[in-house]
């Protein structure tokens, strides 16, 4: 059975830090694609930041600078590091795993961990 487990949300001062994990079991990790999505209220889900199998990294614009995303194979976890949090980041994080094959797509996604950026 594939799960995804986020943690690390939580309610954070504008211009703090949290860091996100998403620990994958069930799966083969280091062949899947990951990302971290988030959703605000009233808003669609939106890609923040992706990293490959080779870990090339992307990065929406708004969090260029201030996020950063990484995986640990061997530990079969991915994580985003958040600094200089803004209230507009506050959102649901979502962890996502994809993998490509010539005939069919895999895709999972965590429950979500839910990040506050408020004074």
């Known amino acids: 059975q594939v799960q995804l487990v986020e943690s690390g949300g939580g309610l954070v001062q504008p211009g703090g830090s949290l860091r996100l994990s998403c620990a994958a079991s069930?799966?083969?990790?280091?062949?899947?694609?990951m990302g971290w999505y988030r959703q605000a209220p009233g808003k669609q889900r939106e890609l923040v930041a992706a990293?490959?199998?080779?870990?090339?990294?992307n990065y929406r614009d708004s969090v260029k600078g201030r996020f950063i995303i990484s995986r640990d194979n061997a530990e079969k976890t991915m994580y985003l590091q958040m600094s200089s949090l803004k209230p507009e980041d506050t959102a649901v994080y979502y962890c996502?795993?994809?993998?490509?094959?010539?005939?069919?797509?895999?895709?999972?996604w965590g429950q979500g961990t839910r990040v506050t950026v408020s004074s």
């Open positions: 996502n795993a994809e993998r490509r094959q010539i005939l069919t797509k895999l895709n999972y």
């Open positions: 069930g799966i083969s990790f280091s062949f899947y694609n």
């Open positions: 990293i490959t199998t080779d870990s090339t990294t």
